[in-house]
């Protein structure tokens, strides 16, 4: 994940989290946009407010660390159109790192997962950092090992639409 919450490579499972990541247009696939404004994000986590709270202050933490990027602005002005949440945290100020915590998701494809995200800046690259989800209950190991599997099958079921997935080139 690079500071502006663009996903730079992710696993399967971490695809079909909530619902394919995919399936959106490539302009789309912003973490920080997508809890901000897509629909089956906004109600794919537990505590979507505190959710987007963290993300604002982990946002404010990053573009202190690069101001003058011109990455910021066409992001920050996104945000701002498309979203009187952000702007409301936004203009709270409030900073933040990477705290390792637990994050409720609803997965449209297995239910709710209770995850322990675990954040590790790369030391070549320290403004790209990898972030771990890990089950922190049985049920979600459950969960993701059958999400796993219907990948696997190249079948995604349950609430969202049955897809097939494209063969692996």
């Not at 500071?3 to 973490?31: G, Q």
């Not at 946002?59 to 409301?88: C, K, N, Q």
């Not at 998701?105 to 950092?129: C, E, F, K």
């Amino acid at each position: 994940m690079n500071p502006w919450f663009e996903p730079l490579a992710y696993n399967a499972p971490f695809r079909f989290m909530i619902d394919d990541v995919e399936a959106l247009p490539a302009a789309d696939r912003n973490c920080a946009y997508l809890h901000f404004t897509h629909p089956d994000w906004i109600a794919g986590h537990s505590d979507h407010e505190q959710e987007c709270a963290g993300i604002v202050a982990r946002l404010r933490a990053y573009y202190g660390e690069s101001v003058t990027d011109p990455a910021w602005g066409p992001l920050l002005g996104r945000l701002r159109e498309e979203s009187p949440l952000f702007v409301r945290l936004w203009d709270q100020a409030d900073v933040s790192g990477d705290p390792d915590r637990v994050k409720g998701i609803r997965s449209l494809h297995v239910g709710t997962l209770s995850l322990r995200t675990i954040t590790m800046q790369l030391q070549a690259n320290p403004r790209t950092r990898i972030v771990v989800y890990q089950p922190e209950d049985r049920t979600t190991r459950e969960r993701l090992e059958e999400l796993a599997s219907r990948i696997s099958r190249g079948v995604i079921d349950g609430p969202a639409m049955v897809r097939r997935l494209r063969a692996a080139t």
